[in-house]
């Protein structure tokens, strides 16, 4: 690994362990009970992953808790949520067996994210004098999109020499859709969480499935069209032809 990948990745650990320890300072959370359901219906949507074509990643639900911890939890609980999620999101059920600078990484990726989320859409708003719902979802999904599908670039473009400009927007056509509806189904879930029925907020459960199956058939399908129209320019069929005896 070249010295400014690995430069980069001690700087973001260090960022989180920095989090991590206003994160300990502040610790109080309000309704414990109500945390750790969420956080471990979170740890539940992080096993459901899809594989970026092209990129040695992978996308989880667990942004969509990420999102309802920015409106309904406090910053503390927000983190861990983020924290939790990528540690699940590494190291269950992976293809191959991650390499600790990798759960490293992505832990740390996701810890400054959803820090640098939580605090745009609560203390950027604050200063303007927003206090919305729907303006607080949207700053807090646009700053955890752009840091992540940036932070995730960066890294790749250090390890395998690849241009960041091009690698930053193909993981941003990739993902946008799926954080997309994701954002969607966490509005949901936050209504529902804000009332007296807690209940109403596992109702998104089935919405986030749905999610999930309509974005790995997305991403099937746009894999398939990309290797098909690979093989009509390079005349070269993508099955081989059998023959009969």
């Known amino acids: 690994m070249p010295s400014s990948a690995k430069a980069y990745i001690a700087f973001l650990a260090a960022l989180a362990v920095a989090v991590l320890v206003v994160v300990a300072a502040q610790w109080n959370p309000a309704d414990f009970q109500r945390f750790v359901l969420f956080f471990a219906l979170a740890m539940l949507a992080s096993g459901m992953k899809i594989r970026l074509p092209g990129f040695k990643t992978t996308i989880s639900l667990n942004f969509v808790f990420v ?18 999620g990528a540690l699940v999101q590494s190291l269950w059920k992976s293809q191959t067996r991650p390499k600790p600078v990798q759960v490293l990484f992505n832990a740390a990726c996701l810890t400054v994210c ?40 960066l890294v790749i473009s250090l390890v395998e020499q690849r241009p960041l400009r091009e690698l930053w927007s193909t993981c941003y056509e990739w993902t946008f859709p799926y954080f997309l509806l994701g954002a969607a189904v966490a509005g949901l879930a936050s209504l529902a969480g804000r009332s007296t029925t807690w209940g109403a907020a596992l109702l998104v459960l089935p919405a986030m499935y749905f999610v999930f199956l309509y974005y790995r058939m997305r991403i099937f399908r746009g894999v398939l069209e990309t290797l098909s129209q690979v093989s009509q320019n390079d005349d070269v069929p993508l099955v081989a032809p059998s023959h009969g005896r």
């Open 67 to 84: 999102l309802v911890g920015i409106a309904l939890f406090s910053f503390g609980e927000t983190v861990l949520i983020g924290l939790g």
């Open 114 to 153: 959803t820090a640098a989320a939580f605090a745009a859409s609560h203390y950027v708003l604050a200063l303007l004098s927003l206090y919305s719902l729907p303006a607080m979802m949207v700053l807090g999904a646009a700053v955890y999109v752009a840091l992540n599908t940036g932070l995730v670039s």
